[in-house]
């Protein structure tokens, strides 16, 4: 069955300092792969996703993902996080399961940034 | 500005009672997702539909939860009788999904309605 793997479940970072948020799914087939952000009580929102193409990714507020098929990973980066980004962050990819589409999430990466 | 709006935005409700959330997707979306959020379970999908179809309800509780979809513009999540182990946020998301197998657009979430079952 598919899945999404995301290996870290709290992160704790000072103001500038650089981010990475593993992802690793297990599907064999063409997948589409999101990554959503949910700020402290508020919905999912869409950060990046990557369909085809470059496989970096830029998404909105500076963050960018990389799609590296052979490991089967699209990491999420930011070079210098703020106050601002504290929030949980989901991988998810699509994957086609009995003639249809669904998304898959992974459980969720907390993120804490302190000033 | 388009968005997907979910009514009650918080419930509060004794264990046995029925509730029912509802959701009106963005217009011309054709696909509609129901999603449960709790601490210990994180994100999960109950339901799917496209063009009002269900398609996948296999993360749903059958035996007290129920999804519908009476018009193009309204989907339904009912549990009747609620439980205390039902409290969650629930989200409801749509997208535009043409075909199946073909590259999948982004869903859109909507503000979700806490439930507290007491």
């Known amino acids: 069955a598919q899945s999404v793997s995301q290996h870290n479940h709290h992160v704790i970072l000072s103001e500038a300092a650089s981010l990475e948020l593993g992802c690793n799914y297990s599907?064999?087939?063409?997948?589409?792969l999101f990554w959503y952000v949910q700020y402290p009580g508020q919905h999912l929102q869409l950060l990046l996703k990557?369909?085809?193409?470059?496989?970096l990714v830029k998404g909105i507020k500076g963050f960018e993902a990389e799609f590296i098929k052979s490991k089967f990973s699209f990491n999420l980066r930011k070079p210098s996080v703020q106050w601002s980004d504290t929030a949980e962050y989901f991988c998810?990819?699509?994957?086609?399961?009995?003639?249809?589409?669904?998304?898959?999430f992974g459980a969720g990466t907390r993120l804490a940034v302190h000033p | 500005d388009a968005r997907v709006t979910q009514t009650p935005r918080h419930k509060v409700t004794e264990m046995g009672q029925e509730v029912t959330m509802r959701c009106q997707p963005i217009?011309?979306?054709?696909?509609v997702f129901w999603y449960r959020q709790t601490m210990m379970q994180g994100l999960e999908l109950l339901a799917y539909?496209?063009?009002?179809?269900?398609?996948?309800d296999s993360g749903m509780p059958k035996d007290r939860f129920s999804a519908e979809m009476p018009d193009a513009t309204l989907a339904t999540l009912k549990i009747q009788p609620s439980e205390p182990r039902d409290s969650a946020v629930y989200f409801c998301?749509?997208?535009?999904?043409?075909?199946?197998?073909?590259?999948?657009?982004?869903?859109?979430f909507g503000p979700g309605t806490r439930l507290t079952v007491l």
């Open positions: 998810a990819v699509n994957a086609v399961s009995g003639g249809y589409n669904k998304l898959i």
């Open positions: 539909f496209r063009n009002r179809a269900p398609l996948d």
């Open positions: 990557y369909f085809s193409g470059d496989p």
């Open positions: 998301a749509s997208g535009f999904h043409p075909v199946a197998g073909a590259n999948y657009n982004e869903q859109f």
């Open positions: 217009l011309g979306h054709n696909t």
């Open positions: 599907y064999g087939g063409t997948v589409n």
